[in-house]
Nanobody
Framework: QVQLVESGGGLVQAGGSLRLSCAAS????????MGWFRQAPGKERDLVAA???????YYADSVKGRFTVSRDNAKNTVYLQMNSLKPEDTAVYYC?????????????????WGQGTQVTVSS
């Protein structure tokens, strides 16, 4: 069993920055893929960024050049640095763990989820 706890969300003005953290416990995650998803009201849950155990990364087109995903395997923590935030980035952000070293954008392929953290970007 794996527990994921996100933190770092909040309210920020457009153009500002936030750094989300996701701490994993219960089982080492160093060999797997970690993803950051987001879901706005009335919309589907979409993959924003992901990182494999060897550090390969994926970014949605909408966040390329603004967001950076990283991981610290020694601390069992994955981060999402979000810069140049826009109002359309407003959503609940979830981290997710997939027990395979590949990247997929389908939420159903991920095995464990955090509870989510709200990010609100004001214009």
């Amino acid at each position: 069993q794996v527990q994921l706890v996100e933190s770092g969300g909040g309210l920020v003005q457009a153009g500002g920055s936030l750094r989300l953290s996701c701490a994993a416990s219960g089982q080492t995650f160093s060999s797997y893929t970690m993803g950051w998803f987001r879901q706005a009201p009335g919309k589907e849950r979409d993959l924003v960024a992901a990182i494999t155990w060897i550090g390969s990364t994926y970014y949605a087109d909408s966040v390329k050049g603004r967001f950076t995903v990283s991981r610290d395997n020694a601390k069992n923590t994955v981060y999402l640095q979000m810069n140049s935030l826009k109002p359309e980035d407003t959503a609940v952000y979830y981290c997710a763990d997939m027990r395979r070293p590949v990247v997929t954008t389908t939420p159903g392929n991920y095995d464990y989820w955090g509870q989510g953290t709200q990010v609100t970007v004001s214009s």
